[in-house]
């Protein structure tokens, strides 16, 4: 199973970036997915998230309407666009994947991606 993150860098406030999250070794379409970020010295918090057909989103409060996540599973890949890019979005951001089926979770983490807003 492997999630790999990619599209982060610099970027000045006011930019934009669209990270990708490639997936294999897993049926990518029965699964939700997350973007997660971790800002320094700070706890990892859940940034977006999109079910598994893509059908419904959900974001944290300081990322609507700048954020946009979506996926496409013909290509196994989920993506977040980051609009309006703030210096606090600095962070390291992971892609996460789960699906729950009956008793058993199953969970996997990307490695993470550094995203830096910065003049």
């Known amino acids: 199973v492997k999630l790999v993150e990619s599209g982060g860098g610099l970027v000045q406030p006011g930019g934009s970036l669209r990270l990708s999250c490639a997936a294999s070794?897993?049926?990518?379409?029965?699964?939700?997915m997350s973007w997660y970020r971790q800002p320094p010295g700070k706890e990892r918090e859940l940034v977006a998230y999109i079910t598994s057909a893509g059908g419904s989103t959900n974001y944290r409060d300081s990322m609507k309407g700048r954020f946009t996540i979506s996926r496409d599973n013909a290509k196994n890949t989920v993506y977040l666009q980051m609009n309006s890019l703030k210096p606090e979005d600095t962070a390291v951001y992971y892609c996460?994947?789960?699906?729950?089926?009956?008793?058993?979770?199953?969970?996997?983490w990307g490695q993470g991606t550094q995203v830096t807003v910065s003049s």
């Open positions: 996460y994947a789960n699906r729950t089926l009956g008793w058993t979770r199953y969970d996997y």
């Open positions: 070794g897993f049926t990518f379409s029965r699964y939700a």
